[in-house]
């Protein structure tokens, strides 16, 4: 079916059928330009039909795709340049009702999946260059979510993985190039995370690799990484005031379990960061994409300083090494030392390769 909108309606009985007999089991349908699936264990439908005072059997679930409209599209170019990227493919509003007995929710997020939405371009562009993003009228701001490329016949075909319903697009994105990065270890991985508008330089021209990782800045690249929607109603901190610069990044990572306060009224946000405590973040991350990065047996074998990592990174810490994220240094893991800049880019793009939510 190729049209600018399309509008299915499923029973969520059905789904409920589909989800108990194949677990596995996704409900695709495409467009003019884009496409959706939707795992049938993304949502749980029977707190739908509470929701609504409805026996699941009673409750239909409406799902809309539809191409944004021109004033819609006109906010999200105004984003682009404020942001200082060009969107190049039209904008698509993806959209989630259940209704019964007269009664409608719409459906914000989802609770055990990462939904997969596509968008096509022209053969030809530059993935290295290009994002996903999601607009919000709300804000009238342009946030990155994870995408990856792949070019299927004369079109490329850009995969969003989000687990919130939003308007999406591509973006391109300005060429970066950091005066103190040029001959540095870690300068693709700066320059790529920097492209898929994850990670900020200090200015324009410098990034400061070597700098230390603050606490802020950790939850800010950990969210943006799965993006995921700022929350500044989340967990109120006397250290985080509503004027923070971050103060929305840490409400979202405090209320998607990534990061912890330091205490019942403090986050400490200008803290600089430890191997470890990043190593924790990044396997929270990766679990909530849904990775299956569980840990019977933790082998820290090879590394001689295995011995003074906490307690409770040893879990994530030998998952992350099974994965070929963490890599150490010279046989060492060095949990305790804090976390540079070029080192936590180095990780985060790792890990997002990993769970399948960026190319290589």
Do not use: C
């Not at 399309?6 to 089991?25: C, G, M, Q, W």
């Not at 993003?133 to 016949?153: H, I, M, Q, S």
């Amino acid at each position: 079916m190729q049209e600018n909108s399309v509008t299915i309606e499923l029973p969520v009985s059905s789904l409920a059928s589909v989800r108990d007999s194949l677990p596995n089991a996704s409900i695709s349908f495409n467009g003019n330009g884009f496409g959706l699936q939707i795992p049938a264990a993304s949502l749980d439908y029977q707190a739908l039909a509470g929701q609504l005072n409805a026996s699941v059997e009673d409750v239909k679930l409406s799902v809309s795709v539809a191409k944004t409209d021109q004033n819609t599209q006109s906010g999200i170019q105004a984003a682009g340049r404020e942001l200082g990227v060009k969107p190049v493919a039209a904008g698509f509003d993806f959209t989630l009702v259940a209704e019964a007995n007269g009664k409608t929710i719409t459906i914000a997020s989802f609770d055990h999946a990462f939904v997969e939405r596509t968008i096509s371009l022209p053969k030809g562009n530059e993935p290295q260059s290009m994002t996903g993003v999601y607009y919000d009228p709300a804000t009238g701001k342009l946030y990155p979510v994870p995408t990856t490329f792949e070019v299927k016949g004369d079109e490329m075909l850009a995969t969003i993985r989000t687990n919130h319903n939003s308007i999406y697009t591509i973006v391109e994105t300005s060429p970066v190039s950091y005066t103190d990065t040029a001959e540095h270890w870690a300068k693709e991985d700066i320059r790529q995370l920097s492209a898929k508008l994850i990670l900020n330089g200090e200015d324009d021209s410098v990034f400061n690799p070597d700098g230390k990782l603050t606490r802020a800045q950790a939850a800010a690249i950990t969210v943006r990484s799965l993006g995921l929607t700022e929350h500044s109603g989340a967990k109120a901190f006397a250290d985080v005031g509503p004027s923070h610069w971050a103060a929305g990044w840490i409400g979202a990572a405090v209320k998607e379990g990534l990061a912890e306060g330091i205490a019942d009224d403090r986050f400490n946000p200008d803290e600089q960061v430890t191997r470890e405590q990043l190593f924790v973040m990044l396997y929270r991350a990766a679990q909530k994409a849904g990775a299956d990065w569980a840990v019977s047996k933790p082998s820290l074998t090879g590394f001689s300083d295995a011995g003074s990592l906490s307690p409770w990174a040893v879990e994530a810490a030998s998952a992350l090494i099974e994965a070929g994220i963490v890599q150490g240094n010279g046989g060492s893991l060095n949990p305790q030392r804090h976390v540079s800049r070029a080192e936590a880019a180095a990780l985060v793009r790792r890990t997002l390769i990993e769970i399948g939510f960026m190319n290589e």
